[in-house]
């Protein structure tokens, strides 16, 4: 069983910046990918960003692409999710979430993390 615990929602006003953090625990060697989803109130969950844990490939959702950043470190067995140049569509609340093995379904999820942004 993986773990995953996300950190570092809280509110700001557009055009700021946040970081959120998500550190997994637990069965971690099985982890391949580690990627991050929101869901807005009203909304479906949608894919916002995920890095695989092997090699440095990366995948972005087009409306966060060139405003947001993930990242790892595979020391802390942490993934990080640079957030700058916030809107208010973005406002959401952020889940962590990550596969194992050589499955492509996201079966491990976080508590989730709220961001607000303000305009």
């Known amino acids: 069983q993986v773990y995953l615990e996300e950190s570092g929602g809280g509110s700001v006003q557009a055009g700021g910046s946040l970081r959120l953090s998500c550190a997994a625990s637990g069965r971690t060697f099985s982890i391949s990918t580690m990627g991050w989803f929101r869901q807005a109130p009203g909304k479906e969950r949608e894919f916002v960003a995920a890095i695989n844990w092997?090699?440095?490939?990366?995948?972005?959702?087009?409306?966060?692409?060139?405003?947001?950043?993930?990242?790892?470190?595979?020391?802390?067995?942490?993934?990080?999710?640079?957030?700058?140049?916030?809107?208010?569509?973005?406002?959401?609340?952020?889940?962590?979430?990550?596969?194992?093995?050589?499955?492509?379904?996201?079966?491990?999820?976080?508590?989730?993390?709220?961001?607000?942004?303000s305009s």
């Open 54 to 117: 092997v090699g440095s490939g990366t995948n972005y959702a087009a409306a966060v692409k060139g405003r947001f950043t993930i990242s790892r470190d595979n020391a802390k067995i942490t993934v990080y999710l640079q957030m700058n140049s916030l809107k208010s569509d973005d406002t959401a609340v952020y889940y962590c979430a990550v596969t194992r093995g050589l499955s492509t379904q996201y079966d491990t999820w976080g508590q989730g993390t709220q961001v607000t942004v």
